[in-house]
């Protein structure tokens, strides 16, 4: 996985045009210095070697003035031209020249920004243990500094390297925080990289959907800064993720596109891993010859980076292509080579830490060889001269008493560089355990936000279930009656009908649309009550006047189906709510009761006076509800279902009848028996 180490100022052309006019227009040398910084950094993304020209004007002209900041931004600069273009011996050095210069003059930016990039290299030439050392301390230097933008590339380092080692979840977390600080910040070319991060994670972890939507957003803000290496780097993840999806044609579309822009950067690196990529498309294309010859590309490109691991992953893939091929002599070959690899890669490893530790003990000693032999040179030439001018008893003593201080001074010394050493040793582990802190409180973040937004899925499916009801409740009872029409219509036109019948079907069409427009305003107050909140308005009204509003309203479809409606209340009871929406429950209690009657039989309106609170019963003698759809009557997994004569039913209107007798301090229930009858109840304050 890539790991950028500097976050690039994406600037365009034109920007890079304008500044180059400036500088050719400039007199002043610290001008200059500054103009050249500005073109270096702006050539990051677009042009390396032209990165490396203009930090060499900018490294000479920094010398000249004498700027010892300038001059290790200047090394900083060169390092990253060759880090970009796999030069990465020449980057290690420079950077490493930096880091001293920037010691030198104490510029502690400059300390942490050197052991940042140098944990980049490292990390490329497959040192890992170095490069995560060279990345903590240099994050130890950017708390320090409170500098926000260097402690994200870090964190962002340190997940790249967890991604190498192949523990995705691991990074992620790391990107993770990352996206949420450039976020913060509003770091537009942060929340770019970070966006690819994170799908490089879900790509390798083939949640390759998931991928795609983070390298989708992530291209978006790539291509508007003009990122031409970063947009490489996005469409490298497009081709892995469909070669996981084994869509191949569009997976080798995006790295070829890829793989024309890194060889024009001349990012060898990056060049060798996307012609990795390309063998295995091909390999599962069963494109033999082709694959080979990806990998045979990679190999020698990995050999001139000096990548052991690079040659190791392209010999597994020449050995899968002779193998498929059955060439199993050359399939052997490389086999023989890959092993042979392997153990070369352990045995550097070894050597390369044996040699390490016994160098930095060679260091050691010999710097306290240097150091007492130029202390007895020194004893030895006052010694000389004293003995040339005492005779030869005095000199003798003398040699004595010096021989002691001597052996004092070394006790002396060795006692305080072991304090020092043990101060060191303290301050390093004290620092350590902040770091395990630190981490371990942001596990414990990302955990607490996993389950914040598992809870929150769970609702959101909830949600989407009630909404896929709803529009199918509004789909189903909004097309009938449209239908019906139509063919009512198409009949009438083809002359199929008679005028009674016709006469017939128009009184049972007004019915429909009726209970139709019943729904739409039930619908219209269920909605506004959802998205804009009802304000209830309550005063003091007698619930007799509206049960007999609503009996009057229905007297016709009463007297259609012989039922007979008895309002039971003789006394005047007042109740305190808001009189339309009581209105509209009592209408659409007294609908249901009116479509789920059969004829004859009868609907009882009654009041219960219980101290403050005034009962209403409205029972009914009709066929009941069964005990399936009483769980669910007043939500939307309740099942539609027609009236007695074929009324089309739903429960949208129970729903909203619930809504608003809950918002004026009441409450509703029902209770129904198969084959007797149903009796619904709605309790409200009294008159106030």
Same mark, same amino acid.
């Given at each position: 996985m890539l790991v950028l180490f500097v976050y690039p100022s994406f600037a365009q052309t034109a920007k890079i045009n304008q500044l180059q006019l400036k500088l050719n227009q400039a007199k002043e040398d610290t001008t200059r210095l500054r103009l050249l910084q500005q073109i270096g950094d702006a050539y990051t993304a677009v042009d390396p070697a032209k990165k490396l020209y203009y930090a060499n004007l900018f490294m000479q002209m920094a010398q000249k003035l004498h700027n010892g900041q300038a001059i290790a931004d200047a090394y900083i600069q060169m390092g990253i031209s060759y880090a970009l273009r796999s030069k990465l011996d020449s980057a290690l050095d420079v950077f490493k020249k930096s880091y001293a210069q920037s010691e030198k003059i104490k510029y502690t930016f400059g300390m942490g920004k050197s052991l940042m990039d140098m944990g980049f290299v490292y990390d490329r030439l497959d040192n890992a243990k170095d490069a995560i050392k060279c990345d903590f301390d240099a994050l130890v230097i950017m708390k320090k500094t409170n500098n926000q933008r260097g402690i994200n590339q870090l964190l962002t380092n340190i997940g790249s390297i967890y991604f190498d080692l192949k523990k995705y979840s691991l990074a992620q977390t790391y990107f993770n925080q990352c996206l949420i600080i450039c976020t913060a910040a509003k770091d537009t070319a942060g929340i770019g990289y970070a966006l690819f991060t994170i799908g490089n994670c879900f790509q390798a972890l083939h949640q390759d959907d998931k991928a795609l939507d983070y390298f989708n957003r992530s291209l978006t803000i790539r291509e508007k800064l003009e990122d031409v290496n970063g947009v490489a780097l996005v469409k490298r993840g497009f081709g892995q993720a469909y070669y996981h999806k084994k869509q191949y044609d569009e997976a080798l579309g995006y790295l070829n596109t890829a793989l024309k822009t890194v060889q024009q950067l001349q990012n060898k690196y990056e060049e060798a891993a996307i012609l990795l990529d390309l063998s295995d498309v091909y390999l599962a294309k069963n494109d033999y010859a082709k694959a080979i010859d990806c990998a045979t590309r990679t190999k020698k490109l990995s050999a001139e980076m000096k990548s052991e691991s690079g040659i190791s992953q392209a010999l597994e893939r020449l050995i899968s292509a002779y193998r498929k091929k059955g060439d199993f002599k050359q399939a052997s070959q490389y086999q023989a080579e890959y092993i042979t690899g392997e153990e070369n890669i352990l045995v550097a490893k070894a050597l390369r830490d044996v040699t390490l530790t016994e160098f930095n003990r060679v260091r050691t000693e010999n710097a306290a060889l240097t150091k007492n032999n130029q202390l007895i040179a020194t004893t030895n030439t006052n010694y000389s001269t004293r003995l040339n001018e005492y005779s030869n008893a005095i000199a003798i003593i003398v040699v004595i008493l010096a021989s002691v201080i001597v052996l004092l001074f070394v006790l002396y010394r060795r006692n305080q560089e072991k304090q020092i050493t043990n101060k060191q040793l303290l301050q390093q582990k004290e620092e350590i355990a902040s770091i395990n802190e630190e981490l371990e409180s942001l596990n414990e973040e990302i955990n607490a936000q996993m389950e914040v937004v598992g809870t929150q899925n769970k609702e959101l499916e909830r949600l989407n279930s009630v909404k896929n009801k709803f529009f199918s409740i509004i789909s189903h009872d909004l097309r009938g009656p449209l239908n019906t029409l139509q063919t009512l219509f198409a009949v009438y036109r083809d002359g199929d009908i008679s005028e009674a019948d016709f006469a017939m079907l128009? /009184?049972? +069409?007004?019915?429909? =649309?009726?209970?139709? $427009?019943? *729904?739409?305003? &039930?619908? +219209?107050?269920? /909605?506004? &009550?959802? =998205?804009?909140?009802?304000?209830?308005?309550? @005063? &003091? %009204?007698?619930? $007799?006047?509206?049960?007999?509003? &609503?009996?009057? +309203? *229905?007297?016709?479809?009463?007297?259609?189906?012989?039922?007979? @409606?008895?309002? /039971?209340?003789?006394?005047? @009871?007042? @109740? %305190?709510?808001?009189?339309?929406?009581?209105?509209l429950v009592v209408r659409n209690l007294l609908s249901n009761c009116l479509k789920f009657c059969n004829p004859g039989d009868e609907i009882t309106f009654s009041t219960k006076n219980e101290g403050n609170r005034i009962l209403i019963a409205i029972h009914d003698t009709g066929p009941g509800i069964s005990h399936a759809d009483q769980e669910n009557l007043f939500n939307l997994e309740h099942t539609l279902s027609t009236g007695t004569q074929d009324e089309k039913g739903n429960h949208l209107g129970l729903i909203l009848c619930k809504d608003m007798i809950d918002q004026n301090n009441g409450s509703i229930w029902f209770e129904s028996t198969p084959g007797e009858g149903t009796t619904f109840w709605v309790e409200l304050p009294g008159a106030q």
């Open positions: 128009l /009184s049972r +069409l007004e019915d429909t =649309l009726l209970n139709t $427009g019943a *729904f739409l305003d &039930n619908l +219209l107050e269920w /909605s506004k &009550n959802q =998205l804009e909140g009802i304000i209830i308005k309550p @005063v &003091n %009204f007698d619930i $007799g006047d509206c049960i007999a509003e &609503n009996i009057q +309203l *229905f007297e016709t479809k009463i007297a259609l189906k012989n039922l007979k @409606v008895d309002n /039971s209340l003789v006394e005047r @009871v007042a @109740v %305190f709510a808001d009189r339309d929406m009581i209105t």
